[in-house]
Antibody, heavy 119, light 108 residues
């Protein structure tokens, strides 16, 4: 079955760019009918949708993070990525990648990766 | 921006029915889903498209959505149901996703 796995640095300095990659296994990212998503959860807080991308490259972002967020896809590697610029301590969170299904819900989630913003 | 409102906490006795609400403007038109999250784990969908239950989710989980309020109902609540629950909506006009703030369900 399809599995998602996040990867990237666990520590990022303030003002730098956070970069994460999600590798999709067990299925093709180009299969259509899905949007490939990033969601985060600050410590002790709720879920926050960052944005998602279709395999063709169409992207949609949370308006509150849009100015700092870039989501891209590499179909040859079956991966999609998140870049979040100008990070501060408030961006410290567990970052999840997830698949958004055609019935408008997240049906598969990665395990999440903790990113800490600190000098 | 669109907001979804959930009660921060709900308590229920084992074997009883728990109801968790999620409120938002015209939520009935926004394909609400519900997720269960246990400590240190990724969220798991328990209800999607207002009231559908994915395979593997117990029948005691049900959902409804009307007007401005979606409700997750757990009938015959068990200790293993203690978790955080999040509602999620999808806006077909903006293609944006929104999560509620989450509700901590305590079974005691």
């Amino acid at each position: 079955q399809v599995q998602l796995q996040e990867s990237g640095p666990g520590l990022v300095k303030p003002s730098q760019t956070l970069s994460l990659t999600c590798t999709v296994s067990g299925g093709s990212i180009s299969s259509g009918a899905y949007y490939w998503s990033w969601i985060r959860q600050r410590p002790g807080k709720g879920l926050e949708w960052i944005g998602y991308i279709y395999y063709s490259g169409s992207t949609y972002y949370n308006p509150s993070l849009k100015s700092r967020s870039t989501i891209s896809v590499d179909t040859s590697k079956n991966q999609f990525s998140l870049k979040l610029s100008s990070v501060t301590a408030a961006d410290t969170a567990v970052y999840y990648c997830a698949r958004f299904a055609s019935n408008w819900y997240f049906d598969i989630w990665g395990r999440g990766t903790l990113v800490t913003v600190s000098s | 921006s669109y907001e979804l409102t959930q009660p921060p906490s709900v308590s229920v006795s084992p074997g009883h029915t728990a109801s968790i609400t999620c409120s938002g403007d015209a939520l009935g038109d926004k394909y609400a889903s519900w997720y269960q999250q246990k400590p240190g784990r990724s969220p798991v969908v328990v209800i999607y498209q207002q009231s559908k239950r994915p395979s593997g989710i117990p029948e005691r989980f049900s959902g409804s959505n009307s007007g401005n309020t979606a409700t997750l109902t757990i009938t015959g609540t068990q200790a293993i149901d203690e978790a955080d629950y999040y509602c999620q909506a999808w806006d077909s006009s903006t293609l944006h996703v929104e999560f509620g703030g989450g509700t901590k369900l305590t079974v005691l």
